[in-house]
Structures are given as structure tokens and as C-alpha cells.
T-cell receptor
Framework: GQNIDQPTEMTATEGAIVQINCTYQTSGFNGLFWYQQHAGEAPTFLSYNVLDGLEEKGRFSSFLSRSKGYSYLLLKELQMKDSASYLCAVRDSNYQLIWGAGTKLIIKP | IAGITQAPTSQILAAGRRMTLRCTQDMRHNAMYWYRQDLGLGLRLIHYSNTAGTTGKGEVPDGYSVSRANTDDFPLTLASAVPSQTSVYFC??????????????FGEGSRLTVL
């Protein structure tokens, strides 16, 4: 079966760096997405990786290793507003998105 | 700029009643989706439409139906609601052309409680 694994919850300190991991086993691979979802709101797009390596976008970076079925989202200079759930999703060979359950990130002052 | 509009934002209804969740987008995206989100689970695809006039079943289609009469609208109907359909429902759209990532744009969600 297809599976996306990510930690359920993480805690970090304001101003610090946090890495949220995502491992996947899917039927084919056509890209990996990270979305941010604040409580009670809709998910919003953060990043997209289709080739191996690091994609940097401001304070957020996303890394992909297709051979290892692994990605991480790196958040630098954490701010209180970064408290949210972070969703990892993989597009499979049928171009359908397979979603992880999300990682709830708690930022403490 | 509206993006995707869902209605209602919240609804409580009795089991056995029929309910339609509305979804409208103004981005001219060809693909649209309905997901449900439940605590501890990832987003689960209910139905999708790759283009106007076509629909397909997702991971959890039972008890739900959709139609796609035009590009902009993609309503989701629960023919006879059951308590297990209590959830938050998200409509999404994407431009599924060959360029770009084809990321999803989500509506604000419809919180449905079936008693």
C-alpha cells in the first residue's frame, strides 16, 4: 500500500531551527509537496520538490531524496506564527496526491 | 480575489437528510477535488474532476456524489447523511497543465456535523 509518515507533533523555541521529516512509500513518484495549515484554516502551499536536492524559499527550505523516499521541511528563525500543522503529500504515478497525517508544530517563546 | 468559495462554512444536520456542499472557483482551473479531513488522518480524497463534464472516485467515495457541469462549480452531495460523515470538507482546485507544480488551492472548508 501507499504510505506517508511524518511525526505527529514537534515542539521548538522561537528563533530556533526545526526540521520536519517525511518518509514515503508510493506507487511511483511525480513530486512532493509541503503545505502549511493553521488551526481551523485551509492548507496553503509551501513548497514543491520533484528533483533531488534542496529548494530554499526565504525562511523555509525543503529537501528531497528520491532514492531514500525521504524529504524534510526546514524552518529557520522560527516565529510564533509558524505554529501550525505541516502536511507532506506525494503525487503518485496516477498523478493522485497521497497525504500524510500532518505534523503539528508548537512554538514556545 | 475570491479563489475558491465554499458554502456553507458550518452545518449541523440530522442523520438521513440530504445535504449539498457548494464549491465555486474563479481561477479557471481545470481540475477540482473534494477532500475530508478528520483528526489524526491525512486528507482523504472523496471525488475529483479533471475537467468539466468528467468526474472520478477517490479513496472514500461511498455516500457521496458530485457533478461538474461547468469549469467553475463542483458541488458535493450527501444523499442520506450518516454520523460517520461528520468531518471538515475541503474543496480544492489546480491547474493540471504540464507546466508548474500543479499545486492545490483550497477553499476555507465546510464543517459538517451529522447527528
Amino acid at each position: 500500500g501507499q504510505n506517508i509518515d511524518q511525526p505527529t507533533e514537534m515542539t521548538a523555541t522561537e528563533g530556533a531551527i526545526v526540521q520536519i521529516n517525511c518518509t514515503y512509500q508510493t506507487s511511483g513518484f511525480n513530486g512532493l509537496f509541503w503545505y502549511q495549515q493553521h488551526a481551523g484554516e485551509a492548507p496553503t502551499f509551501l513548497s514543491y520538490n520533484v528533483l533531488d536536492g534542496l529548494e530554499e524559499k526565504g525562511r523555509f527550505s525543503s529537501f528531497l531524496s528520491r532514492s531514500k523516499g525521504y524529504s524534510y521541511l526546514l524552518l529557520k528563525e522560527l516565529q510564533m506564527k509558524d505554529s501550525a500543522s505541516y502536511l507532506c503529500a506525494v503525487r503518485d504515478s496516477n498523478y493522485q496526491l497521497i497525504w500524510g497525517a500532518g505534523t503539528k508544530l508548537i512554538i514556545k517563546p | 480575489i475570491a479563489g475558491i468559495t465554499q458554502a456553507p462554512t458550518s452545518q449541523i444536520l440530522a442523520a438521513g437528510r440530504r445535504m449539498t456542499l457548494r464549491c465555486t472557483q474563479d481561477m479557471r482551473h481545470n481540475a477540482m477535488y473534494w477532500y475530508r479531513q478528520d483528526l489524526g488522518l491525512g486528507l482523504r480524497l472523496i471525488h475529483y474532476s479533471n475537467t468539466a463534464g468528467t468526474t472520478g472516485k477517490g479513496e472514500v467515495p461511498d455516500g457521496y456524489s458530485v457533478s461538474r457541469a461547468n469549469t467553475d462549480d463542483f458541488p458535493l452531495t450527501l444523499a442520506s447523511a450518516v454520523p460517520s460523515q461528520t468531518s471538515v470538507y475541503f474543496c480544492a482546485s489546480s491547474d493540471s497543465g504540464t507546466s508548474g507544480s500543479g499545486e492545490l488551492f483550497f477553499g476555507e472548508g465546510s464543517r459538517l456535523t451529522v447527528l
